[in-house]
Nanobody, 122 residues
Framework: QVQLVESGGGLVQAGGSLSLSCAAS????????MAWFRQSPGKQRELAAA???????IYGGSVKGRFTISRDNAKNTMYLQMNSLKPEDTAVYSC????????????????WGKGTLVTVSS
């Protein structure tokens, strides 16, 4: 079993910054990557960013250049620094664990955190 626990999030004004954390525990050794997904009301869940244990990163087009994903392998913790936030970044952000394919694409497993709400006011 895998446990993923998010922290951070909250309410911020447009243009502001927030930081999220996700701590992973349990049977995680077989997975080499973690990711942040987000889901806004009425929209499908989308990949915000992913990172491998080696530090390779993938970003969704809408957050590239504004969000930075990182991880501390010793702590099994992943972070998401979100800058220049926009109202359209408002969503529930969820942590996921998975693997990357040969082409660098992210494959998430069916392990999710409970999610944390980020609200960006205009």
């Amino acid at each position: 079993q895998v446990q993923l626990v998010e922290s951070g999030g909250g309410l911020v004004q447009a243009g502001g910054s927030l930081s999220l954390s996700c701590a992973a525990s349990g049977s995680i050794l077989s997975f080499n990557a973690m990711a942040w997904f987000r889901q806004s009301p009425g929209k499908q869940r989308e990949l915000a960013a992913a990172i491998t244990s080696g530090g390779s990163t993938i970003y969704g087009g809408s957050v590239k250049g504004r969000f930075t994903i990182s991880r501390d392998n010793a702590k099994n913790t992943m972070y998401l620094q979100m800058n220049s936030l926009k109202p359209e970044d408002t969503a529930v952000y969820s942590c996921n664990i998975g693997r990357t394919g040969q082409q660098g694409q992210y494959y998430g497993m069916d392990y999710w955190g409970k999610g944390t709400l980020v609200t960006v006011s205009s």
